[in-house]
C-alpha cells in the first residue's frame, strides 16, 4: 500500500513492516485490509484540517493493534502499545506520543463523550467507515464467527438488534466530524431500519 509523499519515509517503512503485518492474523473484521481502510480514510480527512500528517498516520495504523488482548478494552491496550513503542521516539516528541495514544484511546464508536482532540475525532471519524452494504456484511461475519451453531435466523436477529442499537435514530454511534461520506451513510442504515428491509438485506450474507 503507498500513502502521501508527505509522510516520512523512514516512518512509513516501519509501520508497514513491523505493524500492518501483525493484523494479517486478526478477525476480517479487524485484519489489515479494515486498518488500512482507516488510514487511507484518516488521510483523506487530514486534508481539511490542521494536523501532522505522521500523527495522523501512526493513529490510524495503531488504533486496533490491542484487540487480541480483549475487545471490550480494546481501545486502552492499544493505546498502551502506541505509547510503549519506543521506536516511535525515533520521529515524535513525548508529548506527541500522549497525544496519539490519547487518540487511539478515544477513537471507540460506543465512546459517549467527545475525542479529547482533533485526531482523536480523525482517527473515530475514519473508523465509522459507513458504508452500508460492507457493514452488514461484517456484522454477519462477525456473528457466525463468533456464534458458529447460532442458526441463520439467531445470526439475523443479532445483527439486526446490533446494527439498531449502534446506527439507529436513536443509536449510539456519533459523528464528531463533517464526512459527507459516513453522513450518507448512516442515513441509508437508518432508511433501511425504518422500512423494515433489514433483515432481507442481511440474508444475502449468510
Not at 509522510?7 to 517503512?13: E, F, G, K
Not at 456473528?143 to 446494527?163: L, M, N, T, W, Y
Request: hydrophobic share 30%; proline share 2%; aromatic share 8%.
Amino acid at each position: 500500500m503507498s500513502y502521501t509523499t508527505e509522510i516520512d519515509l523512514l516512518l512509513q517503512t516501519y509501520i508497514s513492516e513491523k505493524i500492518l503485518p501483525v493484523y494479517e492474523t486478526y478477525e476480517s473484521s479487524h485484519d489489515r485490509s479494515h486498518i488500512e481502510t482507516v488510514i487511507r480514510n484518516s488521510l483523506e480527512l487530514a486534508k481539511v484540517h490542521d494536523v501532522d500528517i505522521n500523527m495522523v498516520f501512526t493513529i490510524a495504523a495503531y488504533h486496533d493493534i490491542g484487540l487480541p488482548q480483549g475487545r471490550e478494552n480494546h481501545e486502552i491496550t492499544s493505546g498502551r502499545y502506541l505509547y510503549e513503542d519506543k521506536n516511535l521516539r525515533h520521529w515524535f516528541s513525548e508529548e506527541e506520543i500522549l497525544l496519539m495514544k490519547e487518540a487511539v484511546e478515544d477513537h471507540r464508536a460506543s465512546r459517549r463523550e467527545r475525542p479529547r482532540s482533533i485526531y482523536g475525532c480523525i482517527v473515530a471519524e475514519a473508523d465509522r467507515d459507513i458504508k452500508p452494504e460492507r457493514i452488514l456484511e461484517r456484522c454477519a461475519e462477525y456473528e457466525k464467527a463468533h456464534h458458529p451453531g447460532s442458526s441463520r435466523e439467531d445470526v439475523i436477529k443479532a445483527c439486526v438488534e446490533h446494527i439498531h442499537e449502534k446506527y439507529g435514530r436513536n443509536g449510539y454511534l456519533k459523528l464528531w466530524i463533517s464526512s459527507k461520506r459516513n453522513e450518507e451513510g448512516l442515513e441509508k442504515i437508518r432508511s433501511w431500519i425504518d422500512d423494515g428491509s433489514l433483515s432481507e438485506r442481511l440474508s444475502v450474507y449468510l
